[in-house]
C-alpha cells in the first residue's frame, strides 16, 4: 500500500511540474522578422527562460524573460533595463508591441 501512495504522489508531483513548471508557452522558439523601422532580427525564446537576440548589423545579446499575461519583460545583458512588451502569436507570427515610447516594436516575426 506504502508503494501505491508513494507511486500516486510521484505521478501527481510530475504532473504538477509539467502543467506549472518551466516556460511551456506561445513564444518558445526562433523568431526572425523586422523592427517598425525595417531592421531584421532575431529572437530565441527558450523554455528555461533564457532569450537572446541578433540583428543583421552583428548586434547580439543574451537575457531572460518572464510572462505575465500578455505582457512578456525581456531583460537582456547589454539594455541598461528590461523592457516589456505586450504580445500576440496569431496565424504562426509573433508580435511585440513595446509599451514604452522609446523602444521598437516587431511585427508579424515568423518561426523558423
Known amino acids: 500500500m ?13 504532473v504538477l511540474v509539467t502543467a506549472c513548471g518551466g516556460k511551456s508557452n506561445a513564444l518558445v ?42 505582457i512578456v519583460t525581456i531583460n537582456l545583458k547589454t539594455w541598461s533595463e528590461a523592457k516589456k512588451y505586450k504580445f500576440e502569436v496569431k496565424d504562426k507570427k509573433l508580435s511585440l508591441t513595446a509599451q514604452d515610447k522609446l523602444s521598437p516594436s516587431y511585427t508579424d516575426m515568423a518561426k523558423k
Open 2 to 14: 506504502k508503494k501505491v501512495l508513494g507511486c500516486l504522489v510521484l505521478v501527481c508531483l510530475l
Open 29 to 70: 522558439g526562433t523568431w526572425d522578422g523586422e523592427t517598425n523601422d525595417g531592421l531584421k532580427t532575431t529572437f530565441e525564446f527558450k523554455k528555461n527562460g533564457d532569450v537572446s537576440y541578433k540583428n543583421e548589423y552583428g548586434f547580439n545579446s543574451e537575457g531572460t524573460y518572464e510572462i505575465d499575461g500578455n
